[in-house]
């Protein structure tokens, strides 16, 4: 058990519908990353928060937002879903501060039919 | 951006013997990790390298960050049937975001 807590574990949803992921990080991190995985693309980098601030933008769609909020959980919001969308939602957080070393949940699996 | 090259894209072995992985970057990288991950469940970090030519172990696992920073390896020894699952590597860049580059992973089947 990492400690990195995600909600739900399986999410099915049909195409142009919206959905939130949910994710709390270790006790003391302050970094939530959030990584797409799919067959096709491997483990994509989303986007970084750091203390309630966005920190870095990866590949990230504009119909997908995230926030971190003052308790330090985290929320990805998918928009406008398409089939394209399904696959795992990871959330990982790390200290930030010295190591570099990301701990990551169990993630979500998101279905659009 | 980053392009992370990993190899091999899988492996078959008997139980007892060794494994080798690596992944080899275009860029230079300031932190090397390796997770795996068992299906329908988050990948687990194994080990991670902070030095270029530094070699780490976990057990029957170890890896180095290679000297050009632009490679590291994973070896696995005496594997054991619970070795089977997706070993990934992953890099970082410094600087401000600290995003991982992943590679496409590396699927262990190991044969009793």
């Known amino acids: 058990d990492s400690g990195v807590t995600q909600t739900p574990k399986h999410l099915i949803t049909a195409t142009g519908q919206r959905v939130t992921l949910r994710c709390s990080p270790r006790s003391g991190d302050l970094s939530v990353y959030w990584y797409q995985q799919s067959l096709d693309q491997g483990l994509q980098f989303l986007i970084q928060?750091?203390?309630?601030?966005?920190?870095a933008k990866g590949n990230i769609l504009e119909r997908f937002s995230a926030q971190q909020f003052p308790d330090l959980h985290s929320e990805l919001n998918l928009s406008s879903l398409e089939l394209g969308d399904s696959a795992l939602y990871f959330c990982?957080?790390?200290?930030?501060?010295?190591?570099?070393?990301?701990?990551f949940g169990p993630g979500t699996r998101l279905t659009v039919l | 951006g980053q392009q992370l090259n990993q190899s091999p894209q899988s492996m078959f072995i008997q139980e007892g013997e060794d494994v080798s992985m690596n992944c080899t970057s275009s860029?230079?990288?300031?932190?090397w990790l390796w997770y795996k991950q068992d299906p329908g469940e988050g990948p687990v970090l194994l080990i991670a390298?902070?030095?270029?030519?530094e070699l780490t172990s976990n057990g029957r696992l170890t890896a180095q960050f290679g000297i050009t920073r632009k490679d590291s390896f994973l070896n696995i020894s005496a594997s054991i049937p619970s070795d089977v699952g997706i070993y990934f590597c992953a890099g970082q860049i410094s600087g401000s975001a600290r995003q991982l580059t992943f590679g496409s992973g590396t699927q262990l089947t190991v044969l009793p």
């Open positions: 390298l902070y030095k270029a030519g």
């Open positions: 860029s230079i990288f300031n932190t």
């Open positions: 990982a957080s790390s200290v930030e501060q010295g190591s570099n070393e990301q701990f």
């Open positions: 928060y750091y203390n309630g601030e966005e920190r």
